[in-house]
């Protein structure tokens, strides 16, 4: 049964980078059929795709228009993971960030981190 | 403004038959499946139902899924006390190039 575990601060300074880790268990972040994403929920955004990271032979990745200036999805093949970097945050970021699998669907979810952006 | 439009909020009494409609675009539900998952107070949204009609292994067959054009509807046959959860819909997005969400429906079991 595959699993994915969130690690990461939950409080971020505006102006600040947010990082977060997603480590794969039972599965494979090179696997070449499925996709590793974030997602975040806020209450005001709802639930929000921000972006993904795939690989098909070579690696991809698509990002929400939203936070396509300041986001970075990388694989780390070493650790069986994948990172979510924002930066330059600010206040309506704020929110409770996932990751996800993609196997023709979001089919697997990590737990969620509340991540709060505040001075 | 979430890209798919659910009503905010849905209700039923134990073993009524409730539906949660889902509308979208011609990018999304009109060209590609749609997922349900549901989500209770504190967790990560649940995969209920994927390809439109699909139930995971462990969902009950009271759950069910349909597609029409650029629409969708998750149905609730029997209802019972512990489906009161948050329901939402997705769908890949293929102008967005990234998955769309609906705003997500608050249903309550009366």
């Known amino acids: 049964q595959a699993q994915l575990q969130q690690s990461g601060p939950g409080l971020v300074k505006p102006s600040q980078t947010l990082s977060l880790t997603c480590a794969i268990s039972g599965d494979s972040v090179s696997s070449n059929s499925a996709a590793w994403n974030w997602i975040r929920q806020s209450p005001s955004r709802g639930l929000e795709w921000l972006g993904r990271t795939y690989y098909r032979s070579k690696w991809y990745n698509d990002y929400a228009v939203s936070v396509k200036s300041r986001i970075t999805i990388n694989p780390d093949t070493s650790k069986n993971q994948f990172s979510l970097q924002l930066n330059s945050v600010t206040p309506e970021d704020t929110a409770v960030y996932y990751c996800?699998?993609?196997?023709?669907?979001?089919?697997?979810w990590g737990r969620g981190t509340l991540v709060t952006v505040s001075s | 403004q979430s890209v798919l439009t659910q009503p905010p909020s849905a209700s039923g009494t134990p073993g009524q038959r409730v539906t949660i409609s889902c509308s979208g675009g011609s990018s999304n539900i009109g060209s590609n499946a749609v997922n349900w998952y549901q989500q209770l107070p504190g967790t990560a949204p649940k995969l209920l139902i994927y390809t439109s009609d699909q139930r995971p292994s462990g969902v009950p067959d009271r759950f069910s899924g349909s597609r029409s054009g650029t629409s969708a509807s998750l149905a609730i046959n029997g209802l019972q006390s512990e489906d009161e959860a948050d329901y939402y819909c997705?769908?890949?997005?293929?102008?967005?190039?990234?998955?769309?969400f609906g705003g997500g429906t608050k249903l309550t079991v009366l």
């Open positions: 997705a769908a890949w997005d293929g102008s967005l190039n990234g998955w769309v």
């Open positions: 996800a699998r993609t196997r023709g669907h979001l089919d697997l």
